[in-house]
């Protein structure tokens, strides 16, 4: 039968599949070579091989294994190096000699993506392959109808979504599970500028399309255009803007000891002995302002420290061992800690200032109000900008912890719901990076392992993955891998994903914007994407970087130009004092 | 170390030899034979004003020589004798690029005649069995030499005869090679066929059977590219030959100013000390210098058998000349069957094409025809697996003992390997 034949029996082709090459003398189960026709593939090509596999029955089918290209090598035996060489010394244009330009040899490796026994049927499903291809054999490029048809086989009831086109065939669409998203997390890892923000627009874009509730935390604002314009393109859409509120549950005073700890003076024994006596005795109320609450502790702490300068013991039950000293150092603490805190709450202010025409409400509480937080068709973001990292991990813990529990314990009050933790570095740092202290990390931890269950997904966004916690990593069941330069984060990539290869990991400098590997449950085979630009959901208030222009526009404020005018004659002042001894 | 002590006495010699003076008056002797000869010999060549500058600008020189349509000959042979069978290949490729051209039309590889069978087999042969008197099989070599010269002149004749429209043709090897080795009268004759196809300009005369023979097909062929309208030239690299020095010397002697005792002497003088033209012009020929051609005679019709005196007479004549095209390699030597007509023009496309193979000097279209036309080793070992298997297989069928012992001692790659055979097995002796 002749290589035509065999691959046109056994399907019905949407298009004629082309010869591009053929299968040299070794192959492997994994992956096999072919001599490939002049510029008819190029790397990262999806390609099919006819092939023969026994079945359990003794039998022998005819099946096509599908692979994809992940190296060309291009060989010319009849340009000798030493010509090259008289080439480059003499500024000689190889098309003006005798030197031959037709004779380039092409060898392609190709990694085995797994095998279809038919084209033709409803479904298309690709199946490990168990047996290694027929060397020999004819290698076809597939044509793009019939290409699309092998990706998004079985997507059906998986509600796909739509994210971009293979880098490879632009004519290809890439479909992903919204399904398996949603419920088994995913992992986005680029370096800055590699297009996480492109992709994290183009998922929320698709997920809001099917009134999915979405959580952002958002500590950079990068997500801010969503808001600007999605209440446009989704006027049906509840897009709310939230601001942290930093409070804690009832019985949670840990979380306000560990925040106080890690933001206040090193303490001694005996003045923690005192910071938890004045916990212990002083009542929080679920949703009240940290700040206001440690205000209260300090008020505390200074009037126990003047009743016992005045020998008073009066409100010292449990503390009366304690010195005004020690009790001194504690408000000093306190006081340090409601300094950092009003800062960071300022500072966010100031930055939700610089966007007059976005409303920023303060988030909700969690704990009775978590329906504010998520509703169906609810786009729910946090901005965080301003806030440290341990503020920031302890309110996404507080907020997700709460949310969690309500999907936990009872289904009714909010519905599934699907996260996405920006700069997630910060929220679950690696063992190495010292992670002691950071609520979120046992928070992220457990929804990575139980979220599925209850409905809770993750999609955990970072430039710098070999920072991150490696058991949350290792629970996220998809990937997508952007551009990444350093040699940590690639080899982070290496040692987490499964199935991963050198020749993979190769690519992965060289990725353009918004281009990457989407790999994982989301996707029947993993795929290099350029992922689809949303270009009317980015934040004009955010674009790129001008600060050349800003230089060149820049305007001296009349403070500035004054401060220097006094500066200039206080310098005159200086270099005239006599009286100031050498 | 067991080498070293089985050799002690010899080995502490040879390296207290080595270290101190080796071998100090042969080597000084030769260094100073060298050098006088060198300088005799550089004296006669700039007096017969042999020596010439070639110009080589390699941007260019390129941009200039774009438009010259050329073609590069070579051959490539496959044999292997087994006293079962002898099967050969051979073919002779041309590479032909005009470099102002695009796609397709720049660059060609062409196989312009080939050729596949058995020199054992009557019916698929390249010689008449029929007029073979001896059948001796010693001759394998000879045919197989006789027909690469054929093929490989036969390209060059089909360009020709096609009326071809190149700026130079060129084939690596010599133009005309001393066909005396030939003039047996054993050796045998080329099929009618096998003529009619390499040689069409030729008008066989079926009543002369000695038409056929290679010694005349060469030399029509000969004769026939010598009319050719574009100049041919034979190119050949490394060479050992002393062709040109002693023309020289032979000139001088016809000139009066050297005796002929003193020819004699320096020729012997030259095959003593093992002097070529390679080495000999090496040390006397700058960078881009050449040799002009001079005519030289490359067939000695004494040293032929009787028959064959007159047609070796009858040989063009043979333009030799150097081309030094480095600083580190020997001149290669280029012949042509007429004197060229633009010489510095046409050694200097020959520089300019060495130039293109910096290190090896040798014009790089050559060494690229040469690697298209070479019949690769693995093609050569997997098709002689071939042949020894079905030659064990013929032999097993047959179940004799010894004609399979005789299939097994043609595997076993001769006496030695057959002698230390594993004894296993239970094919007797």
Known sequence: ?582 | MSSINTNSSLFKEFIQNAVTSPSPKVQKNFMEVMGSIVQIFKKICEDEKLIIDLEYKGKDYWKKAKDFKSCFVDGGVYSNFLSSSAPFAIRAKSFIIKPNEFGKNREKFEDTVGYFGDLYDPNNNIYDLSEDPYEDNQLLTKKKDAARITFEMAAVVKHVFNKQNFKYCFLHGPLQTPIMPFSGPEFPLFKKNVVKTLVPFFKLNDENDLDRHFINIYLNSNKYIQKAKFPIYGIVERTGSTIYLRNILIRAVKKGVLAEHDYDKTVSLIKRYKINDGNLFELILKNSQALKPIEVEKQIPSKAWGDWQNAMDSFPKVFVGYVKTNKNQSPIRIESLNYPKKLIEDYEYILACSKLLPSYGFPVGLDIVDKAARIPSWLGRTAKGYYLKYYLKIALDGNDKNTITSALKSISHGGRSWQKRPKAGKVSK
């Open chain 1, 1 to 582: 039968m002749s290589k035509e034949n065999i691959i046109g029996k056994m399907t019905k082709l949407s298009s004629p599949w082309i010869d591009i090459g053929t299968i040299l003398g070794q192959t492997s189960i994994n992956e096999y070579m072919f001599y490939l026709k002049k510029f008819k593939a190029k790397k990262g090509d999806i390609v099919a091989a006819e092939s023969k596999l026994p079945t359990g029955e003794g039998k022998v089918i005819d099946v096509i294994v599908w692979g994809r290209i992940m190296e060309i090598v291009s060989t010319n035996d009849f340009l000798p190096n030493e010509a090259t060489k008289e080439l480059t010394e003499e500024n000689i244009s190889i098309q003006d000699t005798i030197l031959p330009l037709t004779k380039n040899d092409s060898i392609c490796t190709v990694k085995n993506l797994g095998y279809t026994e038919n084209l033709a049927g409803k479904k298309m499903e690709l199946i490990p392959l168990n047996y290694p291809v027929s060397p020999g054999g004819a290698v076809k490029y597939p044509s793009s109808q019939d290409l699309s048809k092998l990706l998004n086989a079985d997507m059906k009831g998986k509600n796909p979504i739509f994210i971009g086109n293979l880098v490879a065939r632009k004519d290809v669409d890439v479909y992903v599970s919204a399904d398996n998203m949603v419920s088994r997390h995913v992992l986005v890892i680029g370096m800055t500028g590699a297009g996480k923000s492109v992709w994290v627009r183009r998922a929320v874009r698709e997920l809001m399309e099917k009134q999915y509730p979405i959580l952002i935390f958002d500590p950079h604002g990068d997500n801010l255009g969503i808001v600007q314009k999605a209440k446009k393109l989704f006027p049906e859409h509840e897009i709310k803007l939230f601001y942290p509120k930093i409070s804690a549950p009832k019985n949670n005073k840990e979380v306000i000891f560990t925040l106080i700890e890690r933001l206040g003076n090193k303490l001694t024994e005996p003045q923690y002995e005192f910071l938890n006596w004045l916990l212990m005795n002083i009542e929080y109320e679920t949703g009240t302002s940290l700040i206001d609450y440690i205000k209260i502790l300090i008020q505390r702490s200074n009037s126990a420290a003047e009743n016992k300068r005045n020998k008073s013991s009066n409100g010292l039950r449990g503390a009366s061992h304690t010195g005004a000293s020690t009790m001194g150092v504690v408000s000093r603490s306190l006081r340090k800690v409601e300094k950092k805190l009003t800062e960071m709450e300022q500072s966010n202010k100031s930055n939700m200032d610089k966007f007059p025409h976005l409303k920023f409400e303060e988030l909700p509480d969690p704990y009775s109000q978590p329906e504010k937080i998520i509703a169906k068709s609810q786009v729910s973001i946090l901005y965080l900008k301003g806030y440290e990292s341990l503020p920031s991990s302890t309110i996404v813990s507080i907020l997700l912890e709460s949310l969690f529990n309500h999907r936990s314990v009872s289904s009714n009050v909010i519905p599934p719901f699907f996260t996405v933790l920006e700069e997630a570095q910060n929220f679950i740092p690696s063992k190495s990076e010292g992670q002691d202290g950071y609520p979120s990390v046992s928070t992220i931890k457990k929804i990575a392992t139980e979220g599925r269950k209850f409905g809770v997904g993750l999609m955990l966004v970072s430039q710098r993955p070999y920072r991150l916690d490696e058991t949350v990593c290792s629970q996220m069941n998809s990937y997508i891998i952007l551009r990444l330069k350093n040699e940590r984060d690639q080899n982070f990539v290496k040692k987490t994903m499964e199935n991963w290869d050198n020749e993979e990991a190769k690519q992965l400098p060289n990725f353009a914007n918004g281009q990457g590997i989407v790999s994982g449950q989301i996707t029947n085979i993993p795929l290099t994407v350029q992922i689809k630009f949303d270009d009317d959901l980015t934040n004009d208030d955010i674009g790129d970087e001008d600060f050349i222009n800003d230089v060149k526009n820049w305007k001296e404020t009349y403070i500035s130009k004054s401060k220097k005018l006094l500066s200039g004659k206080f310098d005159k002042i200086f270099k005239s004092d006599q009286r100031r001894p050498n």
